[in-house]
């Protein structure tokens, strides 16, 4: 089975682990992975940082699939230490509020010297993903695009409207400045990486994790021409609710949601992700047990809906969310 | 008394270090140092490793005359750890043969950051600089030009003479493929970095430590302007022989000296810098002990010789190197 799904950072790296897990549980013993994954990975959240280049969705789908995530934290290496960045504050340089693990720099640090070499980011992510070994997972990780595209805020500030990166808007402020609007910079001159619109040709299904609609699947479904592609596939296209409960799982994609105009429930998120066969990109949609109000109401609209414990507490957990998305899609086939 | 110094890495540090010493100790409890060293550096060594700008002499000399360098090596912080090229090399990335410590990375990463936002060299080194407080030590280090000097060396392969960068010949190849010349790649666009030619028309005494004559101090004197200005000045250019007893004291300046067509001797290498009477940029120079034939040599040639133990054992004994140097300055300019 061809898969592709469409990814943010801890949300969709859990969610893939998840679908591999239980993909791989139904081929054991086989030599080669019977299955095929690919992921293309939001990219709007990279910055430059002390020089070099920091991928978050990329890096964490790429610990996460690759078995060596900081488990607790869901981002980062486990048995991390900080011995470079402690010392780099002494320098007075750069953001005292972000995080940069020894561990991690050294990804970026390769990332950065062969993306100085020229190669692109997608061959710079294979090269990554295969010290990890991700294709022997099973798994292709690809970037959106190879070119930056980076996600600005739109905030209040003393004189006027002004423009966060979304890191900083994210992990600094914790999301408190109400956003305005998010800004995609650069994503004029971005194309879909190669391999991604192919991947989105030739999948039997295509999944939207629990990712922040806004600011991670949306991101990626702003690159010129990976919408229509989407919109375009023959495969049905699932997706999994970020909120639960009316909350989001993870992270503060309320204040995200609420800056372009979308309630933060289950429903209210389908309904802005719409449905394919009313121009939207999704066929199908997986809502927690907690909201099953929503789940009603969409199949009131006509939606093909599914109802399950989404929360991904473990693997075996996250097995189950996946085989209950994957599950929809026959369903979403027949058009509900 | 205005010093300026021209230097490459750890005998330049060191010789620099003393004279700072013996200079503070003739003005015990001033407020403000007395005396004004500038010192300035060879960068022809510096490289790009894993996207950060490594400065292997300017890094020296700001761990040395900062007080944090790692004694016994020479180079690199004390306390030094390698976490990250540890993990970096699990990626393959990069040479196995460059030590890439996690404190001396902080210092790359900082100075990457800066030159990345468009500070120049000598502001980058000067931001370095005052984390290390070599302001209040009574040094300014300055780059010898802002503009990328990269020393290759000229070398026999198997398909004809082949480049190597200057790190990768002496670090990887300890010196031992037979160089056929050094070339400044990048030097004739590079111009003296802001200060440098105001240091030595304004000096009261010029020191060549005894760095590598050919390709730390030669590097030095390659950069267009630099050499004329040296000639130029007022005062006295003294210069201590980093030959002793025929043989280099550290490194193996030997092998870059025969590539040069010069013998390892303390007179020849007086002879390869030359008198400036006679169009070279020495006034005097101060030998080794060891040495004494080299003296008599020079001084049958007119050349304003001392005779000292030179080698720099400890802070002391560089101190007095330097007080015997210093003290060389009026010989000199009386013309020996």
Do not use: K
């Amino acid at each position: 089975m061809r898969v592709v799904v469409l990814s943010g950072g801890v949300g969709g790296a859990r969610f893939t682990r998840g679908l591999l897990a239980h993909l791989g549980a139904d081929a054991p013993g086989s030599r080669a992975p019977a299955h095929e994954v690919t992921v293309v990975a939001n990219t709007g959240d990279d910055l430059w940082l002390h020089g070099v280049r920091v991928c978050p969705d990329l890096d964490t789908l790429l610990y996460t699939l690759g078995g060596v995530v900081h488990e607790e934290q869901g981002w980062g290496r486990r048995e991390e230490s900080t011995r470079v960045s402690t010392d780099l504050a002494a320098y007075g340089v750069g953001w005292d509020w972000f995080t940069l693990g020894d561990l991690d720099l050294s990804t970026h640090l390769a990332r950065t010297q062969w993306l100085r070499e020229g190669v692109p980011l997608q061959g710079v992510t294979a090269r990554l993903a295969a010290r990890w070994d991700l294709a022997g997972r099973g798994v292709r990780l690809l970037p959106m695009a190879d070119e930056p595209v980076e996600t600005h805020v739109e905030v209040d500030g003393d004189e006027g409207p002004r423009l966060l990166h979304f890191e900083e808007w994210w992990v600094r402020h914790r999301a408190a400045l109400r956003p305005r609007r998010f800004v995609q910079v650069g994503v004029e001159d971005a194309v879909p990486a190669p391999g991604v619109l192919e991947a989105l040709a030739a999948a039997d299904v295509v999944l939207l994790p629990p990712s922040n609609p806004v600011v991670s699947v949306g991101t990626v479904l702003g690159v010129p021409g990976l919408r229509d592609a989407l919109v375009a596939t023959a495969a049905p296209v699932v997706g999994v609710s970020p909120v639960v409960g009316g909350a989001p799982v993870r992270g503060m994609a309320d204040a995200c949601l609420a800056a372009i105009g979308v309630e933060t429930t289950a429903a209210a998120v389908a309904r802005h992700y719409g449905r394919r066969s009313l121009g939207g990109v999704l066929d199908a949609w997986l809502v927690d047990g907690r909201d099953r109000p929503d789940a009603a109401a969409l199949r009131a609209e006509g939606w093909p809906v599914a109802v399950a414990d989404t929360l991904m507490v473990d693997v075996p957990a996250a097995a189950r969310v996946a085989a209950v998305a994957l599950a929809l899609a026959p369903l979403a086939l027949a058009g509900g």
